[in-house]
Nanobody, 118 residues
């Protein structure tokens, strides 16, 4: 059974930082590209960061480029999202997603809430 469990969300002031973690089980983690999606109230869910299986290539949405960093440690079956210079518009539920290929989204975590106060 595949499980993706996010942690690290919470309440932070604008300009602050948070690091999200996602621990995977039930999959060969190194065989999957990993993604972070977010969904803000009243908005569609959208991918904001992605990383290839080896970690050699990454993708960022324009809204987070230069502020967020995705990374992974395959030996620990974990992917991270370091979020700096947070803005109120970053407030959303953040989801960890695994896909066999970049652009594919096969398994989803339950999400973790990030709230940025102004």
């Amino acid at each position: 059974q595949v499980q993706l469990v996010e942690s690290g969300g919470g309440l932070v002031q604008a300009g602050g930082s948070l690091t999200l973690s996602c621990a995977a089980s039930g999959v060969t983690f190194s065989s999957y590209s990993m993604n972070w999606f977010r969904q803000a109230p009243g908005k569609e869910r959208a991918v904001i960061a992605a990383i290839t299986r080896s970690g050699g290539n990454t993708y960022y949405a324009d809204s987070v480029k230069g502020r967020f960093t995705i990374s992974r440690v395959n030996a620990k079956n974990t992917v991270f999202l370091q979020m700096n210079s947070l803005k109120p518009e970053d407030t959303a539920v953040y989801y960890c997603v695994a896909g066999l290929r970049m652009g594919e989204y096969d398994y989803w975590g339950q999400g973790t809430q990030v709230t940025v106060s102004s």
